[in-house]
């Protein structure tokens, strides 16, 4: 499959052949429909998270379609569209079981922890917990550009803000946030 990919930090970002990923026994490969680029792929790029491992393939805001199955994927088959949160948990430790996934901590996060979405196919873990389902008239390159900036938005404002009906919030910044 084809893929942007970078060989050291801070160095140039070039198109080519790498080999195509296998779906975990939980997990699934998208095939990417649409994938974003935010200052998060700039950090990794650039050298500021450790989880990076070169070569890299960069992405973490995407949305596609499923192309192959893990076996212990329940909830999932391929042809399903998709997208996914910037934060994949495992649905398994202490943070997850309270709702917290999100704060897992076993996270992975694609484009960081492994190969992202800047690419035909992408492999995603634990598919069961943190595939979120698409509808059909909902663009890819939409959909891509909810994951990273909805999530935490939209954390932000009920999670940790607790904000309710009637309410009013003041945003101070720019960007997808």
Do not use: K, Y
């Not at 569209?81 to 897992?104: H, I, L």
């Amino acid at each position: 499959m084809r893929a942007l990919v970078f060989e050291e930090f801070g160095g140039p970002l070039a198109v080519r052949s790498v080999p195509e990923p296998d779906p975990a026994p939980d997990g699934v490969v998208v095939r990417v429909g649409a994938s974003g680029i935010c200052r998060s792929d700039w950090h990794g790029w650039s050298g500021h998270d450790p989880d990076v491992v070169l070569p890299h393939v960069p992405g973490h805001e995407l949305a596609g379609t499923v192309a192959a199955v893990g076996d212990r994927v329940r909830n999932w088959a391929v042809g399903d569209r998709v997208t996914v949160p910037f934060v994949c948990a495992c649905g398994r430790c202490a943070p997850c079981r309270e709702g917290a996934g999100q704060v897992c901590l076993a996270q992975t996060q694609p484009g960081f922890t492994h190969w992202g979405s800047l690419a035909e196919l992408v492999a995603l873990d634990a598919a069961d917990v943190n595939l979120v389902a698409l509808p059909e008239q909902l663009p890819f390159g939409t959909a891509a550009s909810l994951g990273c900036r909805f999530a935490t938005a939209f954390r932000a404002v009920t999670g940790v803000g607790r904000v309710r009906p009637g309410e009013w919030v003041a945003v101070h910044g720019c960007g997808g946030v």
